[in-house]
Structure formats: C-alpha cells, structure tokens
C-alpha cells in the first residue's frame, strides 16, 4: 500500500521464487507485473564481451518463445555494455519470429 501512494504500477523482479510482491500489488489494487527471464544474470564463464552478447540473444529468444506459448512474457536487464550491444540483432531475431515489443506496461493488467 505504501507504493501506491507514489504508482499505480509495480513490476516485479521475481528475484526469488518465494517472492510475494505480485500478489501483495494486486491486493492493493495495482496493476502489476512479473518478470519471466532475466536477460543478463551473471553466468559462470561469460567473460567476452561476445559470451554475453550471444547469453542476452538466447535470453531474448527464449523470452520470445515463451510469449509465443503463452501470448505474452517479461524480460528485464540491466545497462551493461554487453546487454544493450546485443539488442539491435536479437530484437530483429525477435520480430522475425513474429513478436512484438511493447512497453511492459502494456503487459501489467
């Protein structure tokens, strides 16, 4: 309740599976959201610039993949040089597979 006071809309990271903030928003009468695939998450042995440019790639096909299966998916990242690097060809992967990239807030009912 104390967020509402600052938005109507919160999106969680689901950093833990017990995580309870989704449904604590929704109680509160928020529209809400949860992240499905973190496209960045430090792996062990990512360390060229190349290693995790093609980890956001995969990480931005298999969000793709999900939103196909279930109409819809959240994937989140940080500004890491290596994230944004990877966007331009994995966006254009994505949309050839007929996703669309929208505002997350379009998908927080």
Known sequence: SYIKNYTG???DSHTSPASKAYDECRKAGMKCG???IFLDNEEPGLVTK????????????QAARLALSRG?????????DGTVAALPEAL?????MGVKVVPVTDLMP
């Open 9 to 11: 809309r919160f999106l």
């Open 92 to 96: 254009a992967e994505i949309e050839k």
């Open 34 to 36: 949860t992240n499905n």
């Open 72 to 80: 819809s998916a959240i994937a989140i990242g940080h500004l890491r």
């Open 50 to 61: 190349t290693d995790k440019e093609n980890h956001v790639r995969v990480q931005l096909v």
